[in-house]
C-alpha cells in the first residue's frame, strides 16, 4: 500500500469461451481493473501460484477443471499467493442443481446467470473489492 | 201296412244288405247318442237311417211275391231313403263344415225337393212307369219325372263334394284337413253306390253294388271317426258298445251262415262236419286271441298314447334348453294329444308379479298379473283346473265368480298351474277341444303328471337363461374394464412418451442454453460497451437494436433453461391453496383481460386441501393458461369468458380453466405441450409457456389435462395430488 500510484485491483477471469473472456477483460479494463485470463481450470491454477487475485469471476462449466474444483483448488493452494478467502463470482450459462449446491458451499460473492447486462457484473465487481478492501 | 207285411220275403241275396244296413244303422245311432244336441251328429244319423231304408227297402223289393208288391215297397220304403240322401249329405257338408249362413237357403231347397220327388213317387205316374225283372228279383223303372230327380240328386251331391273340396284347400290345421279328406274320399265312394240308378233308366245288367260301396263308405267314415276324431266323438270310445259292432263284424257272417247253409251241415258226414266245426272254432279262437285284443289295442289307443306320451314327453324334455324350443314342444303336445284350439303358455317374468306370455301366437292377453285371486289360488293349491269344475268344487266357493272371469276372458277351459317350491312359474292354459267334448279324467291326469316335468323343465332352461345372462353380463363388464384399463395405459402410455420426450428436450434445451448463452453474453456486454462510448445518434439506434434482440434471446435461453430445470429441493416446497394461487393470477390479470373484453368468471373452493408445492411456479402455469386462452378467444372473435373453477376430484386437488375460443385442432392436441410448439404469429409466443407449464405440474406430482372442440373452446385442467399428512389431519 506504499506504492504511490493506487494499485489496479488484479481480476482473474476463468472461461474457456475466448470471445467472452476476451469481452469481459475489455469491459473490465476499461472499468480500471488489471484482468488476466486463464482458458482453464488448469491454466488458472498455474497462475494464481505465481500472481496474487484480488478477485477471480470464474465459468462453472469447463472441459476439465470445472469453476466450483479450479476455485477449491486456488483457495487450498499453499505459497505466499494464496488465499483461502479469495472472492469469486460464479458465471454460469448452463449448470445442474448438484454442481449449483457445491458452488454455493463455497460462498461465492456472486452468481451470474449468463447472459447479464455490465451493469450487474460491474457493480458486483465494485461491490466485491469494495468489501473485500475494507476487510482487509 | 199289412199289404206291405204280406209282401215280406226274404232271398239270399239280401242278407249282405240287410247286415250292411244293419250296421250302417248302428254306427249312425252310435254318432247320435254321443252327441244327440249336436246337429252335425243328428244329420249324420239322418244320412246312415236314408240309407238304411234304402238298403233294408231293397232286401225286401227284389224277392217280392209280385211287381206290384215290389213297388209298393220301393215307393214306400226304398223311394223315402233314396230321395233324402243326397240332400241329407249336402245338409251335412253345411252343417259340418260350418257353411250354414251362406247356404241354408240351397239346404232348405234340397229338403223341399227331396220331398216333392218323395210324394210324387205316389202321385204321379211318370214317375216309376214299371217293373222289370232283373237278376234276382224285381226292379222299378225311373219315368221322365224321377229322370229330373237323378239331375237334383246328382247335383246336391257334386255340391256337397264342391263344399268339402273347397273347405279342404281353405283349412290350414293338419287335423282338420286330414278330417275333411277322409268325408269327402268317403262321400265320394258312396258316390259310387250310384251306379245302381243305371239299370233303372236303361236296361243294362249291372248287378246291384250300391251298398257295398256305401259299406266302403261307412267304414271310411267310422276310421276317421275313430282316428281323426271326425265329429263330435271322444276318442276314448265306448268299448262294450264298439265291441259289439265289432263283433258283429265277425259274428253276423258267421251266424247268417249256419241259417242258410243249415241244411248243407244237417246233410254233411258227420266227419266233414266236425272238421267245418273245428274249423269255426279255431276261427273264434284266433279271433279272440288276436284279433280282439288289437281290437281292444285300437280303441284304446288314447290311453295307451297318453302313458307313451308322457314317457316321450320326459325324454324330450332333457335334450330341450331353449325356452322358446320348449314352450314350442309343449304346444305341439298339447294339440296333438289333446286336440285343442289353443294353448297358451305363460312365464313369470323374473321376480315380478306378473305372468307374461311366451308362445308364438300373439292373440288376446299377453299380459297376466301374479295377483289375480284365481292365480293366487292356483298358486296356493297346485292343482290343474278345468272350467266345469268350478261350480262344483267347494274349494272354488270364495272365487267362484273369479275364477269363472279368468276362463271366459280368456277363452279357456283347463288351466294348469306350472308351481316349483310354493311359487308360480307360469301357466299352460288350454282351449276348447276341437270336439267340442269335455276334458275326461285320463287327460286331467296326464295333464296333471305332464305338468311336474314341465314345470322342472321350464325352471332349467330360465335358470339356464339367467346364468347366461349374467354370464354374458360378465363378458361385458370384463370387456368394459379391459377397454378402460387400455384406455388408462394408452393414457398413461402418451404421457410417459411425452415426459421421456420433454426429458430429452430438456437436457438439449439445456446443452442449446449453454452453447448458446457464451455468444450471446458476448453480443450483449459488447453491445452495451459501446453503448457507454460516445456515437452518432444512428450508431445508437443500431446498437439498441442489437441488444434488444440479444435481450430477447435471453429471455428465451432463460425460459429454455427453467423448463430444463431437474426437480427443485425439498426446502422450497411448501404447503399451497390452489384456489389462493389462482386467486392471485387472476388478480393480477383480471384487469388486462376486461380491457380485451374478457369477461372471468371464477369459481373457486374455499376449502380445499392444499398441495405441496412452490407457489410462484404454480402461478406462472396458471398464468400461462390464462394467458393462452385469452389468445383462443382474440383470435376468434372480440369478446369472450374464461371460467376458473378449483375443485376436488379422486384425491387430487384441480384447477381448470375454460375458455368460448377457436378451440384446438384434434392434430395439433399431442403437440401442445412441446417446446416451441406454438400456433401463434412469430415474435408473438416462444412455444415455451405450456411446455414449462407442463415440466412445473409433472415436478409436482400432478398432470395437465386438455379437453378441446373446435370452434367451441378449450379446457386445460390441472390436477395436483393432494398433500399427504403423516399426522392427523388438521
Not at chain 2, 234304402?54 to 223311394?79: C, D, H, M, N, Q
Not at chain 2, 229330373?148 to 287335423?175: D, K, Q, T
Not at chain 2, 372473435?637 to 375443485?647: E, F, L, Q, S
Request: glycine letters at 6%; one cysteine or more; charged letters at 20%.
Amino acid at each position: 500500500m506504499s506504492e504511490p500510484k493506487v494499485k489496479r485491483r488484479r481480476i482473474l477471469i476463468v472461461d474457456d469461451e475466448e470471445i467472452l473472456t476476451k469481452t469481459f477483460s475489455m469491459l473490465l479494463e476499461r472499468s480500471g481493473y488489471e484482468v488476466y485470463v486463464a482458458k482453464n481450470g488448469q491454466d488458472a491454477l498455474a497462475m494464481a501460484g505465481e500472481e496474487s487475485f484480488d478477485l477471480v469471476i470464474c465459468d462453472i462449466r469447463m472441459p476439465g477443471l470445472n469453476g466450483v474444483e479450479t476455485l477449491k483448488a486456488i483457495r487450498s493452494g499453499s505459497g505466499e499467493n494464496a488465499n483461502a478467502e479469495l472472492p469469486v463470482i460464479f458465471i454460469t450459462g448452463f449448470a445442474d442443481e448438484k454442481t449449483e449446491q457445491e458452488a454455493s458451499t463455497l460462498k461465492p460473492a456472486g452468481y451470474l446467470y449468463k447472459p447479464f447486462d455490465n451493469v450487474n457484473l460491474l457493480s458486483l465487481v465494485k461491490e466485491t473489492l469494495t468489501d473485500e478492501r475494507s476487510n482487509c | 201296412m199289412a199289404k206291405l207285411a204280406g209282401a215280406v220275403n226274404l232271398s239270399i241275396h239280401s242278407v249282405p244288405i240287410l247286415i250292411v244296413s244293419t250296421i250302417i244303422l248302428f254306427i249312425g245311432l252310435f254318432v247320435l247318442i254321443q252327441n244327440r244336441k249336436s246337429v252335425s251328429n243328428t244329420v249324420f244319423f239322418l244320412i246312415c237311417l236314408c240309407v238304411n231304408l234304402w238298403l233294408y227297402g231293397s232286401a225286401f223289393l227284389y224277392p217280392a211275391p209280385t211287381p206290384e208288391a215290389a213297388l209298393r215297397i220301393y215307393k214306400s220304403v226304398t223311394f223315402l231313403g233314396v230321395s233324402f240322401v243326397a240332400t241329407m249329405v249336402y245338409l251335412f257338408s253345411v252343417v259340418w263344415l260350418k257353411l250354414a249362413r251362406s247356404q241354408k237357403g240351397y239346404a232348405a231347397l234340397g229338403l223341399l225337393g227331396s220331398l216333392f220327388f218323395y210324394l210324387s213317387g205316389w202321385t204321379n205316374r211318370d214317375s216309376f212307369p214299371g217293373m222289370y225283372h232283373y237278376f234276382w228279383g224285381h226292379y222299378p223303372h225311373y219315368g221322365i219325372v224321377n229322370v229330373c230327380f237323378l239331375v237334383f240328386f246328382f247335383g246336391y251331391f257334386f255340391a256337397a263334394f264342391c263344399n268339402f273340396a273347397i273347405a279342404y284347400r281353405r283349412e290350414s290345421s293338419l287335423i282338420l284337413k286330414t278330417q275333411i279328406k277322409y268325408i269327402a274320399v268317403a262321400f265320394v265312394i258312396s258316390f259310387m253306390g250310384s251306379i245302381d240308378f243305371l239299370p233303372k233308366l236303361v236296361y243294362w245288367p249291372v248287378y246291384p253294388i250300391g251298398y257295398f260301396c256305401v259299406f266302403i263308405w261307412i267304414m271310411t267314415v267310422a276310421y276317421a271317426i275313430v282316428k281323426y276324431r271326425v265329429m263330435d266323438i271322444e276318442t276314448v270310445i265306448h268299448k262294450t258298445l264298439m265291441w259289439a259292432v265289432l263283433s258283429s263284424l265277425v259274428f253276423l257272417p258267421i251266424a247268417a251262415g249256419f241259417f242258410f247253409f243249415k241244411e248243407l251241415f244237417i246233410q254233411m258226414p258227420p266227419a266233414l262236419s266236425s272238421v267245418v266245426g273245428v274249423a269255426v272254432f279255431w276261427g273264434l279262437m284266433i279271433y279272440a286271441k288276436r284279433i280282439q285284443p288289437w281290437i281292444d289295442h285300437f280303441f284304446q289307443r288314447r290311453k295307451y298314447d297318453l302313458e307313451r306320451v308322457l314317457i316321450k314327453f320326459n325324454d324330450n324334455l332333457v335334450h330341450l334348453k331353449g325356452l322358446s324350443e320348449l314352450v314350442a314342444y309343449i304346444m305341439q303336445t298339447m294339440r296333438d294329444v289333446l286336440y285343442v284350439d289353443k294353448v297358451h303358455v305363460f312365464l313369470k317374468s323374473g321376480n315380478e308379479r306378473r305372468l307374461v306370455r311366451v308362445d308364438a301366437v300373439k292373440d288376446g292377453l299377453s299380459e297376466l298379473s301374479a295377483d289375480e285371486t284365481f292365480i293366487v289360488w292356483l298358486e296356493e293349491h297346485d292343482d290343474v283346473v278345468r272350467v266345469d269344475f268350478i261350480d262344483i268344487d267347494p274349494r272354488f266357493e270364495q272365487i267362484t265368480k273369479q275364477a269363472r272371469d279368468f276362463f271366459e276372458n280368456l277363452g279357456i277351459k283347463v288351466c294348469v298351474p306350472l308351481v316349483l317350491n310354493g311359487e308360480l312359474m307360469g301357466l299352460i292354459l288350454l282351449g276348447q277341444k276341437l270336439n267340442l267334448k269335455i276334458f275326461r279324467a285320463p287327460e286331467i291326469l296326464f295333464l296333471s303328471e305332464l305338468r311336474h316335468a314341465v314345470t322342472i323343465a321350464f325352471s332349467n332352461s330360465i335358470r339356464l337363461i339367467e346364468m347366461q345372462q349374467s354370464l354374458r353380463r360378465w363378458n361385458e363388464e370384463l370387456e368394459e374394464k379391459v377397454k378402460q384399463r387400455t384406455r388408462e395405459l394408452e393414457e398413461a402410455q402418451k404421457q410417459l412418451i411425452q415426459a421421456e420426450k420433454l426429458a430429452t428436450i430438456g437436457t438439449l434445451a439445456g446443452g442449446v442454453a449453454h452453447e448458446i448463452n457464451n455468444p450471446l453474453t458476448a453480443v450483449l456486454t459488447n453491445a452495451q460497451m459501446l453503448k457507454m462510448a460516445p456515437h452518432t445518434s444512428e450508431d445508437v439506434e443500431c446498437i439498441q437494436l442489437i441488444e434488444e434482440g440479444a435481450k430477447r434471446c435471453q429471455l428465451i435461453v432463460q425460459k429454455l433453461m427453467k423448463y430444463a430445470r431437474k426437480p427443485v429441493e425439498e426446502a422450497l416446497l411448501s404447503e399451497i391453496d390452489l384456489s389462493r394461487v389462482v386467486e392471485s393470477v387472476l388478480a393480477f390479470l383480471r384487469y388486462q383481460l376486461e380491457q380485451e373484453n374478457i369477461k372471468v368468471s371464477a369459481v373457486l373452493s374455499s376449502s380445499l386441501d392444499p398441495v405441496r408445492g412452490i407457489g410462484n411456479e404454480l402461478e406462472q402455469v396458471v398464468t400461462n393458461i390464462v394467458l393462452n386462452a385469452r389468445d383462443a378467444i382474440k383470435s376468434a372473435k372480440k369478446t369472450g369468458i374464461i371460467a376458473v373453477k378449483t375443485y376436488e376430484q379422486n384425491g387430487s386437488v384441480c384447477a381448470s380453466i375454460e375458455d368460448d375460443g377457436v378451440g384446438i385442432p384434434e392434430e395439433n392436441l399431442s403437440k401442445i405441450f412441446d417446446p416451441f410448439f406454438t400456433t401463434k404469429d412469430v415474435g408473438k409466443g416462444t412455444g415455451l409457456g405450456l411446455a414449462i407449464s407442463y415440466g412445473i405440474v409433472e415436478k409436482h406430482g400432478g398432470r395437465i389435462r386438455v379437453e378441446s372442440e373446435k370452434a367451441k373452446g378449450t379446457r386445460f385442467t390441472v390436477e395436483l395430488p393432494k398433500l399427504q399428512r403423516a399426522g392427523n389431519p388438521v
